[in-house]
T-cell receptor, first 112, second 115 residues
Framework: GQQLNQSPQSMFIQEGEDVSMNCTSSSIFNTWLWYKQEPGEGPVLLIALYKAGELTSNGRLTAQFGITRKDSFLNISASIPSDVGIYFCAGPQETSGSRLTFGEGTQLTVNP | ETGVTQTPRHLVMGMTNKKSLKCEQHLGHNAMYWYKQSAKKPLELMFVYNFKEQTENNSVPSRFSPECPNSSHLFLHLHTLQPEDSALYLC??????????????FGPGTRLTVL
């Protein structure tokens, strides 16, 4: 089945630093979604990407839909302590468009 | 607030107990989902309901029994669970059939511990 590989698995950064994480697949995706999950909560949708090459921002977050359709990137600029959480990428499964495949997540820790 | 609520937020149960998890969405969506989230593993899709009809059962053991009485409510009935069923159970909803229908909105989850 389709798999999404996220890297890095975890990141430890200082407040104010920029962060970059990515998600890759051996299959083509037509949509990329980025979620953030904080401890004790469910994932919250941050950014949705629908077109190859698309670059979309949400505040300090910027995500890009890779040209090959097999990858996506999420960047966080000027990180702050509340950016702590697990960031997941997700994309629709080939066989059933609304069923999502999720990556394993990137755990982000921001030191004040 | 994502518009999806779940109760209870925490549940501890014995292996012989019967309990139910509840999910309610206030977004007017027509599809609802149950996911299991275990430590260090990707989210696992369990069940999908579309317009109250179950459209997917992802090889889930029969000790998990979903119920969807209407498009806004989803239940997960639990009985004779095993300790390895301890996990965070997440409910999500989406609006299928429209642009952006891949976007699923999640509730806060129920943290389940089976003793």
């Amino acid at each position: 089945g389709q798999q999404l590989n996220q890297s890095p698995q975890s990141m430890f950064i200082q407040e104010g630093e920029d962060v970059s994480m990515n998600c890759t697949s051996s299959s083509i995706f037509n949509t990329w979604l980025w979620y953030k999950q904080e401890p004790g909560e469910g994932p919250v949708l941050l950014i949705a990407l629908y077109k190859a090459g698309e670059l979309t921002s949400n505040g300090r977050l910027t995500a890009q839909f890779g040209i090959t359709r097999k990858d996506s990137f999420l960047n966080i600029s000027a990180s702050i302590p509340s950016d702590v959480g697990i960031y997941f990428c997700a994309g629709p499964q080939e066989t059933s468009g609304s069923r999502l495949t999720f990556g394993e997540g990137t755990q982000l820790t921001v030191n004040p | 607030e994502t518009g999806v609520t779940q109760t209870p937020r925490h549940l501890v149960m014995g292996m012989t107990n019967k309990k139910s998890l509840k999910c309610e969405q206030h977004l007017g969506h027509n599809a609802m989902y149950w996911y299991k989230q275990s430590a260090k593993k990707p989210l696992e899709l369990m069940f999908v309901y579309n317009f109250k009809e179950q459209t997917e059962n992802n090889s889930v053991p029969s000790r998990f029994s979903p119920e969807c009485p209407n498009s806004s409510h989803l239940f997960l009935h639990l009985h004779t669970l095993q300790p390895e069923d301890s996990a965070l159970y997440l409910c999500a909803s989406s609006q299928e059939g429209l642009a952006g229908d891949n976007e699923q909105f999640f509730g806060p989850g129920t943290r389940l511990t089976v003793l």
